[in-house]
Every structure is written in C-alpha cells, then in structure tokens.
C-alpha cells in the first residue's frame, strides 16, 4: 500500500471548516482513500473514502487531487466533539489488502 | 444497531496467566480484524478471519497469541502466557466482505484494555 503523510497535530476553532491534509504520491490506480478517527479511549471511526471523485456524506467531505497525490478532509462545521487522530489510509481494494495499515495520523484539535 | 461488542473491557492479571479477549462482530459481517494499539507501535493488525477462516496472521507476535473464530457471530483471541509487554488496548473490527475490489470500511469496538503485571 502506498505511503501517507500527515501533519502531526492542527488545530481549529469549533464552528470553522477543519482541513487535513494527506500526502499519498505514490498512490496507484486501484487504491482507495481511506479516512478514519479515532476519539480518545475509544475505537477508530470510520470517515469516508473515495478513489477519484470528491466525496461527501453526513460527516465530512473529501477532496481528492486530479493526480490522486494528495487528499483533504473537510469537516464543515467543527464541534468539540470533532477532537480526535485522524488517520488517512490508502489501499488496495482487493482480498490480499483488506487490512488497514495505521499511521501516526494527525491529532486535531477543535479550541471553543 | 449494535456495533462491535468486544469484553471485557478491561483486564489486569499477572504475568504467565492465561489471557482470553472476546468479540461479537456486527451482525451480518463476514470478516473480522483484531488490532493491538501501544504508544510505542501505534494501532497494528495482529491477524483477520474472512467467513471464519483466518487469512492472514502475519501480524500475530509470537506462538503465545492464538486467535479462532468458531463461528460467524464470536471470535477469541488468547495469549498464553502473558508478559508484561503484551499491555495495550486491543480492538475488533468487522467489515462486510463479498470479493472482487470494492472493500467495505471497518466498524470497531471500543477495544479491550489489558494489563499484565
């Protein structure tokens, strides 16, 4: 699976858009875009994903480059709530690569 | 729904006894993923069932941890015996899994956290 980059920690007002970013150059073809959080003392959450197209659903959107390098997950609105690692994945979406492989991830923080 | 229901929740036994983690994957879920979370190494998968058969245990450490899955609705995973470098939150995930390149995201649960003295 190809290698991310992601800034170690953000932070953000609540209220306000929160963008993360993550660095995937040598992505392939049939890899995916995965975004999972994970909310302390708790299990991660699944985000979204996406291989070209921007994706958007009730939690966050996700932009994907046109040369699928680099993605962004936006949260719209942030909350308090929203504090959490932020781990940006990429995969290949077949049986031999169902396995998720967890970075370090970006720690954000939403301040009131 | 019920999500992943993993238990117990926490554990603190000595060192050399005989550990066994549980997890009910989410109903209608054919795969299941145990993970091991410490600062040190972070969150890494230790082993992964697909219709209840393992398919690849190559992150499992050592001959100590053994992991089954009996049938579709409950997965163990044992070590035996314990250390005190296998203290670290372990979670079950399960995903819906029908072949071919679209893979389904995981759903966790709120892992085990083990402590051996």
């Known amino acids: 699976d190809a290698k991310t980059t992601q800034p170690p920690s953000m932070d953000c007002a609540e209220g306000r858009a929160a963008n993360l970013p993550c660095n995937h150059s040598?992505?392939?073809?049939?890899?995916?875009v995965y975004w999972y959080r994970q909310i302390h003392s708790q299990g991660p959450q699944y985000i979204i994903h996406?291989?070209?197209n921007n994706e958007t659903n009730e939690m966050a959107s996700l932009i994907i480059t046109e040369d699928r390098k680099s993605s962004t997950l936006i949260l719209p609105h942030a909350t308090l709530r929203d504090t959490a690692v932020y781990y940006c994945?990429?995969?290949?979406?077949?049986?031999?690569?169902?396995?998720?492989?967890f970075g370090q991830g970006t720690r954000l923080t939403i301040n009131p | 729904d019920a999500g992943v229901i993993q238990s117990p929740r926490h554990e603190v036994t000595e060192m050399g006894q005989e550990v066994t983690l549980r997890c009910k994957p989410i109903?209608?879920?054919?795969?299941l993923f145990w993970y091991r979370q410490t600062m040190m190494r972070g969150l890494e998968l230790l082993i992964y069932?697909?219709?209840?058969?393992?398919?690849?245990d190559s992150g499992m450490p050592e001959d100590r941890f053994s992991a089954k899955m009996p049938n579709a609705s409950f997965s163990t995973l044992k070590i035996q015996p314990s250390e005190p470098r296998d203290s670290a939150v372990y979670f079950c995930?399960?995903?819906?899994?029908?072949?071919?390149?679209?893979?389904?995201?995981?759903?966790f649960g709120d892992g085990t956290r083990l402590s051996i003295l």
């Open positions: 995930a399960s995903s819906r899994y029908a072949g071919g390149t679209r893979v389904q995201p995981q759903h």
């Open positions: 040598t992505i392939s073809g049939n890899e995916y």
């Open positions: 996406g291989l070209k």
């Open positions: 994945i990429v995969r290949v979406g077949d049986q031999g690569a169902q396995k998720l492989v």
């Open positions: 109903s209608g879920h054919n795969s």
């Open positions: 069932f697909n219709n209840n058969v393992p398919i690849d």
